[in-house]
């Protein structure tokens, strides 16, 4: 069992930067890595890291303006996301799943974490 919670969502205007962390206990051998849910849409993929090589693998629509990272001493990932716009909006979960492909996929993750509210104003 793995147990994930986010922290760090928030409001802010277009332009500005937020940090997503995820602290994660349990067994946490796992690829990692975080989506988002947009009113009345899908959940999507945003990025991924992997356990051991830290390989990372970003959305296009994030690419460039996001950053994941882990931290496994102390179990945490993070999502830097600089250069914030309206589309961003979207409430954010942080995700663990057994290898890095399974981790790109909404179906294949294994655990999800409560997500967190992020709001971007123009």
């Known amino acids: 069992q793995v147990q994930l919670v986010e922290s760090g969502g928030g409001l802010v205007q277009a332009g500005g930067s937020l940090r997503l962390s995820c602290a994660a206990s349990?067994?946490?051998?796992?690829?990692m890595g975080w989506f988002r849910q947009a009113p009345g849409k899908e959940r999507a993929f945003v990025a991924a890291?992997?356990?051991?090589?830290?390989?990372?693998y970003y959305a296009d629509s994030v690419k460039g303006r996001f950053t994941i990272s882990r931290d496994n001493a102390k179990n945490t990932v993070s999502l830097q996301m600089n250069s914030l716009n309206v589309e961003d909006t979207a409430v954010y979960y942080c995700?663990?799943?057994?290898?890095?492909?399974?981790?790109?996929?909404?179906?294949?993750?294994?655990?999800w974490g409560q997500g967190t509210q992020v709001t971007v104003s123009s």
């Open positions: 349990g067994r946490t051998l796992y690829a």
């Open positions: 995700a663990a799943a057994r290898n890095f492909q399974s981790v790109q996929a909404v179906d294949l993750v294994d655990y």
């Open positions: 890291i992997g356990w051991i090589s830290s390989i990372t």
